[in-house]
Antibody
């Protein structure tokens, strides 16, 4: 299981820090990963970043300069940082599990997801 | 970046009818495409992976097909719990991308 946590309200230009706390796996194995996806109210899903057990990281190009993803294996957590936020960053932020080395193709997709956390950017 | 275009944006159907949703990729994704279902206030749920494989626990009325750039999701004999928003998703290339969604609503 995965669960997101973080502030519900952030002021414009501030830095948003979100934490995904997971259980049932260890993010020390190659191929295992945790992704972040966001969804503005009433809009579509947008993939943001992914970190693997070997610390390989991927970012969506449009936000790469503002995003940072890290993991703390001792706490079973993944942290997403988004700098210089603006109202357009208002969204529900989800984390999700993926296993790209699994023999089961089903595990190569984002599943399961956390419940999501709504972040509002407003002054 | 691969753009996924879903159509129609909204599908209005009655329970018992068949829904056919389309997802077109701006370039080939081979079979690296999945479908998710999202209900209000809930996280997305994986329905179909690798274009045509049902995820664990997904009813047989859901089926996916396609490869390359054209994909479809069919829901046979719609049940009341199937009225939701459906997203296609590709992992063929970075960045991973989602379609804009198709809402299946009760007519």
């Amino acid at each position: 299981t995965l669960k997101e946590s973080g502030p519900t309200l952030v002021r414009p230009t501030q830095t948003l820090t979100l934490t995904c706390t997971f259980s049932g796996f260890s993010l020390t194995t190659n191929g295992l990963g945790v992704a972040w996806i966001r969804q503005p109210p009433g809009k579509a899903l947008e993939w943001l970043a992914l970190i693997y057990g070997n610390d390989d990281k991927r970012y969506t190009p449009s936000l790469q300069s503002r995003l940072s993803i890290t993991k703390d294996t001792s706490k079973d957590q993944v942290v997403l940082i988004l700098t210089n936020v603006h109202p357009v960053d208002t969204a529900t932020y989800y984390c999700a599990y993926v296993d790209d080395y699994s023999d089961s193709l089903e595990k190569n997709w984002f599943d399961p997801w956390g419940q999501g956390t709504l972040v509002t950017v407003s002054s | 970046e691969i753009v996924l275009t879903q159509s129609p944006a909204t599908l209005s159907l009655s329970p018992g009818e068949t829904a056919t949703l389309s997802c077109r990729a701006s370039q080939t994704v081979s079979s690296y495409l999945a479908w998710y279902q999202q209900k209000p206030g809930q996280a997305p749920r994986l329905l179909i992976y690798a274009a045509s494989n049902r995820a664990t626990g997904v009813p047989v009325r859901f089926s996916g097909r396609g490869s390359g750039t054209d994909f479809s999701l069919t829901i046979n004999s719609l049940e009341p719990e199937d009225f939701a928003v459906y997203y296609c998703h590709q992992r063929a290339n970075w960045p991973s991308t989602f379609g804009q969604g198709t809402r299946v609503e009760i007519k």
